[in-house]
Nanobody, 116 residues
Framework: QVHLVESGGGLVQAGGSLRLSCAAS????????MGWYRQTPGKQGELVARISRGGSTNYADSVKGRFTLSRDNAKNTVYLQMNSLKPEDTAVYYCNAQYYTNYEFWGQGTQVTVSS
């Protein structure tokens, strides 16, 4: 099992920045990808960004050029640097970790609110 602890959410004005962190503990040796998804009421959850153990990244088109996902394998932690935030980035952000077998784990979620 893997336990994910998220931090860094909050309230920020449009154009501002936040950094989310997600630390994994437990059986982390089998984790391949880690990343972030977000959910807003009435909308389907969407992938924000993910990164493989080797460092390959995928970003949602809506965040490319504004968000940067990085990973520290020694600390089993990923960091999502979010710049130029927009009100439409407001959501609950969930950390995700996926085993090589595709089994997934989820964090508890952290609220990001961007005011206009």
């Amino acid at each position: 099992q893997v336990h994910l602890v998220e931090s860094g959410g909050g309230l920020v004005q449009a154009g501002g920045s936040l950094r989310l962190s997600c630390a994994a503990s437990g059986s982390t040796f089998s984790i391949n990808t880690m990343g972030w998804y977000r959910q807003t009421p009435g909308k389907q959850g969407e992938l924000v960004a993910r990164i493989s153990r080797g460092g390959s990244t995928n970003y949602a088109d809506s965040v490319k050029g504004r968000f940067t996902l990085s990973r520290d394998n020694a600390k089993n932690t990923v960091y999502l640097q979010m710049n130029s935030l927009k009100p439409e980035d407001t959501a609950v952000y969930y950390c995700n970790a996926q085993y090589y077998t595709n089994y997934e784990f989820w964090g508890q979620g952290t609220q990001v609110t961007v005011s206009s």
